[in-house]
């Protein structure tokens, strides 16, 4: 990091800092990421493509590079007959992806961030040791690289936050830590808010959500969080990445548990007019880290950055195409869309599906398991056409 950068601390301390979108998602869609895994080997297969969304999202105004390493500890690159690690190596993937963030980081005035998630080991209830050392591979290759700040995102039980915490305060960076959680809390039944105080006390600079939930139902939660913090008298920032999809009909789980997830998602996808209703929310509300998760393409981080131009003091470069509320539309050839370049319009707006006799809502599976579950004992070999047979068999049975 160079002498003159400001660090995210310094940067939150000033205002609201700007994360970026959802990579897995995106870099799916684009054809370079395999749903099932969801693992980043993309960093080293097509770096092209990993550089160029990190491009659009710093042209769209995000403020931190996070590297692609999402679910990128070894026992989740070799988990369910995953071919990434016994070809490329962890250690590998972790390098490409800090090498492509911190490049295109350097290209703005972006900090480069190395991030952690949940892992299979834990799920298998293989004990604190053992998941740490997943952990400490992934960040010992982010502190190699002199990353700006590290990242403990995605954990779904404040336990394993915890341990993830402690690796990262190992190191003398800034940690950040997200739970995929909502206002029920985590999937062991600890409450939202005393998990946003297991995470202060566990020594993270800031805490808070990111994906699982869509804008609203995330700041529901992030409410609940400030709330017992204050209560505590723990003085941390907070940080908000929520789904871009609308998922008020979602139980504990989250979106995994909508019967659209992965592939039928797209009717719920948020418009630029919902994010930048959220980024206010958020930024009212005391947020000052504010990006987004699954389902954010460039285009919802530019309406964040949008949104906030006067707090952050400068629009994102994306603008040069794009004038806020449609002013743009001014310049239609047909008068009924010249009509539409007004704020008021878009605000109101309630967008349709297209879809005669869709439903509104969906009834999420609720299959209930957790860690400690058998069901959620991870393995390296495929699911075989057998045990496929008994899940379908519970999936139509309900339970």
Not at 7 to 28: C, Y
Not at 105 to 127: F, H, N, V, W
Not at 155 to 168: G, L, P, R, T
Not at 375 to 388: A, C, G, N, V
Request: hydrophobic share 35%.
């Amino acid at each position: 990091m160079s002498k003159s950068r400001k660090t995210l601390l310094e940067r939150l301390s000033e205002g609201p800092v700007i994360g970026d979108g959802g990579f897995v998602f995106a870099l799916e869609k684009r054809g370079y990421v395999k749903a099932g895994p969801w693992t980043p080997e993309a960093t080293v297969e097509y770096p092209e493509a990993v550089r160029q969304l990190h491009r659009e999202f710093l042209r769209a105004g995000a403020d931190v590079m996070q590297a692609f390493t999402f679910y990128a500890s070894d026992d989740k690159l070799e988990n369910r007959g995953n071919v990434a690690q016994d070809k490329y190596t962890g250690k590998a993937i972790n390098q490409a992806a800090c090498d492509l963030a911190t490049e295109v980081a350097r290209e703005g005035d972006a900090l480069a961030a190395g991030g952690i998630s949940q892992t299979p080991t834990y799920l298998s209830g293989k004990g604190k040791d053992a998941v740490q050392a997943e952990f400490r591979k992934q960040v010992e290759v982010f502190v190699e690289n002199k990353m700006d700040f590290l990242i403990a995102e995605y954990f779904e039980h404040v336990e394993e936050m915890e341990w993830a915490i402690e690796v990262c305060k190992e190191t003398s960076l800034a940690v950040v830590a997200t739970m995929c959680i909502g206002p029920e809390g985590d999937l062991h039944g600890i409450s939202t808010g005393h998990c946003a105080v297991r995470m202060a006390r566990a020594g993270a600079d800031v805490v808070g959500i990111n994906c699982h939930f869509d804008p609203q139902t995330t700041l529901r939660a992030i409410k609940l969080m400030k709330e017992a913090l204050e209560k505590e008298g723990l003085k941390v920032f907070l940080m908000a990445q929520p789904l871009a999809f609308h998922t008020p009909d979602a139980n504990k789980q989250g979106f995994i548990d909508l019967p659209e997830f992965p592939f039928g998602l797209e009717p719920r996808i948020c418009t630029r007019w919902d994010i930048q209703k959220y980024a206010r929310d958020a930024y009212d509300l005391g947020v000052r880290y504010i990006g987004g998760c699954c389902g954010f393409e460039p285009y919802h981080i530019r309406a964040i950055a949008e949104e906030l131009a006067k707090e952050r003091g400068r629009p994102p470069v994306a603008s040069e195409k794009h004038d806020p509320w449609g002013q743009g539309l001014r310049m239609h050839t047909k008068p009924w869309v010249r009509a539409r370049a007004r704020r008021d319009y878009w605000e109101q707006m309630n967008p349709a599906s297209g879809r005669p006799c869709s439903a509104a809502l969906s009834q999420p599976d609720a299959w209930g398991v957790t860690a400690g579950d058998d069901d959620l004992i991870q393995r390296k070999d495929k699911t075989s056409e057998e045990e496929l047979t008994k899940l379908f068999s519970k999936h139509q049975n309900g339970s």
